[in-house]
């Protein structure tokens, strides 16, 4: 492989990491958020629910 293709794919490759770590850590922070909400919903939810009773 030519060396200029070489440093061009460690680049690219370098760039897609970086990409992919950021787009990892935006999802973990949205299932966070989704994971409380959820929780936050079940607890209104059961008191909702014994409100109801």
Do not use: G, Q
């Not at 209104?44 to 409100?51: G, Q």
């Amino acid at each position: 492989m030519p060396k200029f293709l070489e440093r061009h794919w460690k680049r690219r490759l370098a760039e897609d990491a970086k990409k992919a770590k950021e787009e990892a850590r935006y999802v973990a922070s949205r299932v966070k958020a989704h994971n409380a909400f959820m929780a936050n919903l079940a607890k209104h939810t059961k008191a909702l629910t014994a409100l109801a009773r």
